[in-house]
């Protein structure tokens, strides 16, 4: 299995254990020169009605998955209310308390319980999937 697949193994259980108000879908592309917000290894950004992880495929598997699972808490922790503030304003997505809240219960069940293990037994996709 190839670091993408795993990675969207894991997307697939994070779907099921830790839903999200909007929809997720995964990206995986090189940062960019542009812009700073272009140019990071991992962000989270909403396109339209749906939230785009995207991911860096340079990365080592320990890094994609440390960082899916980090994205993933701003995709389960964000209202809708509280995406149209950020990015009216133009401010970069917060670690609010609830962020951490929520990152803390992923990342112990994905490394401290099951999670690791549990995975493994979904459907790990070629390629991202639009939700
Ligand atoms: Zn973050």
């Known amino acids: 299995m190839t670091k993408r697949q795993r990675t969207l193994q894991v997307t ?3 779907r099921q ?3 999200t108000p909007l929809p997720v879908y995964i990206v995986f592309r090189e940062p960019t020169n542009g812009p700073w ?10 396109f339209g009605r749906r939230l785009r992880i995207t991911l860096d495929p340079r990365c ?10 980090h994205e993933w808490a701003h995709a389960v922790d964000w209202r809708h209310g509280d995406i149209e503030r950020l990015q009216d304003r133009g401010e970069a997505p917060m670690h609010s308390d609830t962020w951490g809240v929520t990152y803390g219960r992923i990342y112990r069940a994905f490394f401290d319980e099951q999670g690791c293990q549990e995975s493994k037994d979904f459907a790990a996709p070629n390629r991202a999937r639009r939700q």
């Open 12 to 14: 697939e259980w994070l």
């Open 37 to 46: 917000w272009d140019q990071s290894e991992a962000e989270t950004k909403r």
């Open 60 to 69: 080592t598997i320990y890094y994609l998955l440390h960082a899916l699972l």
């Open 17 to 19: 254990r830790f839903p």
